[in-house]
C-alpha cells in the first residue's frame, strides 16, 4: 500500500493541452513538493507547500501552477504543455527534513 | 542557496567490485545529508541519512557515507558491489534550519556488470 501516489503514470498530450497531474497521500505529513527529472540533471524543484496556504515557487516553477486542495492533495498544472516538459514528476511529502517520494509520472508533451 | 556536485555522473563496474560515489556540497551551516536510490523504473527510495551525531553512517543493503565537514562531502560506499545495485544514485542536502528545501545532485548511474 504506497503512502504517497500520483496519477496518472503515464500521459502523452499534444502542445498547448493543460495538463494536471495529482498526488495524494496518507503519511499525514504537512509539507509536499513537486519535482522534475530529467536525464543528467537530478531532480529539480517545481513547488512546493508547507500547509494549505502555504504555497512557494521552486527553482523552476515557469509554466506551472499547483494547488494545494487539502493537507492530503497537491496537484501540479501545466497550463499549457510544450515539448521541454516532456520529464519524469515527482511528489514528494515530508514532516520534516526526510522526503517520502511517489511513484512519478511519465509525461510526454508531442 | 546550496548546491550539490556529484562526479562521474556514469560509472560502470562488475560485481564484487568497491564503490565509491563522491558528493560535494556548497553551504557554510549545518546541514541535514542523504543519499537517494532510483533503481529502474522505480521511484526514488532513502538509502541513508545523516543528522547529526558519527560522521560515519551506516544505511541499507550494506552502503555506507561518510560526512566530512571540513572537506563539505558525503561520499557513499559500498565494499562489495552486486547486479543488483545497478541504479541511480542522488545526493541531497538541506538546511534544517532554513525552508528546508532539498537541493539534488545530478545523480550518478550505475551499472554492475554480472
Known amino acids: 500500500d504506497a503512502d504517497v501516489t500520483q496519477t496518472p503514470r503515464n500521459r502523452i498530450t499534444k502542445t498547448g493541452k493543460r495538463i494536471m497531474l495529482e498526488c495524494s497521500q496518507t503519511k499525514g505529513h504537512d509539507r509536499m513538493y513537486w519535482y522534475r527529472q530529467d536525464p543528467g540533471l537530478g531532480l529539480r524543484l517545481i513547488y512546493y507547500?508547507?500547509?494549505?496556504?502555504?504555497?512557494n515557487k521552486g527553482e523552476i516553477s515557469d509554466g506551472y501552477s499547483v494547488s494545494r486542495q487539502a493537507q492530503a492533495k497537491f496537484s501540479l498544472s501545466l497550463e499549457s504543455a510544450i515539448p521541454n516538459q516532456t520529464a519524469l514528476y515527482f511528489c514528494?511529502?515530508?514532516?520534516?527534513?526526510?522526503?517520502?517520494f511517489g511513484p512519478g509520472t511519465r509525461l510526454t508533451v508531442l | 542557496a546550496q548546491s550539490v556536485s556529484q562526479h562521474n555522473h556514469h560509472v560502470i563496474l562488475s560485481e564484487a567490485a568497491s564503490l565509491e560515489l563522491g558528493c560535494n556540497y556548497s553551504?557554510?551551516?549545518?546541514?541535514?545529508l542523504f543519499w537517494y536510490v532510483q533503481y529502474p523504473g522505480q521511484h526514488l527510495q532513502l538509502l541513508l541519512k545523516?543528522?547529526?551525531?558519527?560522521?560515519l553512517v551506516k544505511g541499507i543493503k550494506g552502503f555506507e557515507a561518510e560526512f566530512i565537514k571540513s572537506k563539505f562531502s558525503f561520499n557513499l560506499r559500498k565494499p562489495s558491489v552486486q547486479w543488483s545495485d545497478t541504479a541511480e544514485y542522488f545526493c541531497a542536502v538541506n538546511a534544517p534550519y532554513g525552508n528546508n528545501r532539498l537541493a539534488f545532485g545530478k545523480g550518478n548511474q550505475v551499472v554492475v556488470i554480472p
Open positions: 545523516y543528522f547529526s551525531g558519527d560522521p
Open positions: 514528494a511529502t515530508s514532516r520534516r527534513d526526510e522526503q517520502f
Open positions: 507547500s508547507f500547509d494549505v496556504k502555504d504555497i
Open positions: 553551504y557554510g551551516g549545518t546541514v541535514n
